[in-house]
């Protein structure tokens, strides 16, 4: 038992509360062995939770276990503090560079094995002996090698700092504790310690919880990661093969309309030939008939002139050309224009639903949102270009500068009629649908304009409050004023002070449900915050109000 006990290293009996060998060793649950009264003094400051944990690996338990002493540990225990620990092999047990060496050793200097905070001395195996056998250094603090024991001097009185000073937050001797600490909130550094020990493990267990929590997200990421490569890859796959579809259908089409134009053509053709043709016959008989009659005319013989005249004075009937109407270059000018009708039809849907398309695509929810912008270079970052729709202008609006800017006329523009348009209000909506996050700014000139956004299925044509932005559940109105602003819903009106600038910047992030307005000079200013849920895509407006030449244009951001 005893050989056995030389191999053994003191650490392993050691108890991780207290530092020392284990006194009464007792065995928990997890299998960590501790003193019983220094795990039972841990656990009663845990008694308030009702839950009981290890110091070393933080399991729990519940209810507070009953403690039994470990004999087979506490026998171990006994046998290495009778027989200490043998010396290192020969070529292990000089110091380097690198290692604490022993303080008493003269010459060649041992690797210390410990150093004792009470002599504030490192010791090799050897001369670490005294302090196991001895009863005069059974009190003494044994812990790892440390070159560090001269910072546990006080330099002033040349004493063992065993006092701190929670004043200063700093260690200190007795002395320091009579004399320039007189008077502060001191303790001994032991106890200190246990109060630093217990925040370090709460810290512990903090980071610990923190690093689970943190280690959940990242696996979650990655899954989100994964979810959204697969989604694209199957998007892609799925997206390729529709255009596909498409490419294919309209070359059908294509060489569908190709095989009617070259029908019609060869029948075309072949009518005109025909009818050429029998022209032509009818040229040459009727030359022929000239010849003859030419040749009667010069007959002498009264005779045979009456007698050949009926013959040759009789005509066949004409060839019908009423059918003949010239118009070149314009026989097939109706399907150009069908298949032109087509095409600008198409990029109108490609155009309008691309928007869609987009917006879609890229919004992908994430479980680390981004905060709300706060600077204008931060809102910059979700700038959109707005263009307006003049499918749905009111006649009185001039649309210009590529559709950004519109402008309150006193003659009625000469617009197509079109199921989209505003047909009594002063009001158009953008071309774009708005999605996810995005900021656009408003640059104002006149008596007031309305700033705005809705739904796309806000009526177009009725009264004020099916209407116009702002008084129905399907529109946000901020109204600027040189005189007045307020915000509108549904409605209800909210005045507004603030507005300094004629510039409107507006936020929205759809699936939050967050549309804010500020007005923007040097510095931005919140005008009205709304919390919403939104259930469709919203649209960018404008409303001119009175006298003509007001004008609001959708600023270039980027």
């Known amino acids: 038992m005893a050989q056995k006990g030389d191999q053994l290293d003191q650490e392993t009996f050691s108890c991780s509360i207290c530092l020392d060998l284990l006194k009464d060793p007792v065995t928990i649950p997890c299998g960590h062995s501790y003193c019983m009264n220094c795990i039972k003094g841990f656990w009663d400051e845990e008694d308030q939770k009702k839950i009981y944990s290890c110091p070393q690996c933080r399991q729990t338990f519940t209810p507070r276990p009953v403690l039994a002493k470990n004999t087979m540990l506490a026998d171990l225990v006994e046998e290495l503090k009778k027989t200490g620990l043998q010396a290192a092999p020969a070529d292990h047990c000089y110091a380097g560079p690198e290692d604490v060496a ?90 200190e310690r246990t109060e630093k020990w217990r925040e370090l493990m709460l810290n512990q267990q903090q980071i610990q919880q923190r690093i689970q929590d943190r280690e959940k997200d990242v696996k979650l990421l990655q899954q989100e990661v994964e979810a ?68 009667l005319s010069h007959t002498e013989d009264h005779t045979q002139f009456l007698l050949n005249y009926p013959s040759l004075s009789q005509l066949s009937e004409p060839t019908d050309s009423s059918s003949i109407n010239i118009r070149p270059l314009r026989y097939f000018e109706d399907v150009t224009a069908a298949v032109s009708e087509l095409r600008d039809q198409l990029q109108d849907i490609l155009r309008e639903k691309w928007t869609n398309i987009s917006l879609t695509g890229t919004e992908v929810d994430i479980l680390l949102s981004e905060p709300e912008p706060k600077t204008r270079d931060e809102f910059l970052k979700y700038s959109r270009e ?85 008084y129905n559940d399907k529109s946000w109105m901020l109204y600027c004023g040189t005189k007045s602003c307020e915000f509108l819903f549904n409605n209800i009106s909210t005045s507004i002070s603030g507005l300094q600038s004629s510039r409107v910047g507006v936020y929205l992030d759809h699936s939050e449900g967050i549309l804010s307005f500020y007005s923007v000079s040097d510095t931005m200013t919140l005008l009205h915050r709304v919390q919403t849920t939104f259930t469709q895509p919203l649209y960018a407006g404008l409303m001119l109000c009175y006298p003509y030449g007001v004008t609001a244009e959708f600023c270039k951001l980027k």
Not at 388 to 399: G, I
Not at 439 to 463: C, F, M, N, P, T
């Open 228 to 295: 959204v490569n697969r989604s694209a890859d199957k998007a892609v796959e799925d997206s390729e093969k529709i255009f596909t579809e498409l490419i294919r259908l309209i070359q059908k089409r294509s060489s569908d309309v190709k095989q009617q134009i070259r029908s019609q053509q060869e029948t075309e053709v072949s009518r005109v030939k025909e009818l050429q043709e029998k022209l032509e016959q009818e040229i040459t008989e009727l030359k022929r008939k000239d010849a003859e009659l030419k040749q």
């Open 386 to 470: 707005i263009t307006l729709d003049p499918n749905t202008a009111n006649t009185w609006l001039l649309l210009s500068e590529g559709n950004r800017k519109a402008e309150l006329m006193r003659q009625q523009q000469s617009y197509s009629s079109h199921p989209d348009r505003f047909a009594n209000w002063r009001q158009v909506l953008s071309r774009e649908s708005l999605t996810g996050r995005c900021y656009w700014e408003v640059e104002w000139r006149g008596e007031a304009v309305r700033v705005a956004v809705a739904y796309k299925d806000i009526s177009r044509a009725g009264g004020l409050y099916e209407c116009v932005f702002g």
């Open 102 to 191: 022993c303080d008493v050793c003269t010459g060649r200097k041992l690797k210390a094995l410990k150093s004792c905070l009470t002599c504030l001395m490192s010791y090799c195996e050897k001369h670490l002996q005294f302090h196991y056998e001895s009863p005069r250094f059974k009190k003494h603090k044994l812990v790892d090698p440390s070159e560090k024991l001269q910072e546990n001097i006080c330099s002033r009185h040349d004493e063992v700092m065993k006092m701190f000073c929670r004043t200063d937050q700093q260690s200190i001797c007795y002395l320091c504790s009579v004399d320039e600490h007189k008077g502060h909130d001191t303790v001994s550094a032991a106890t």
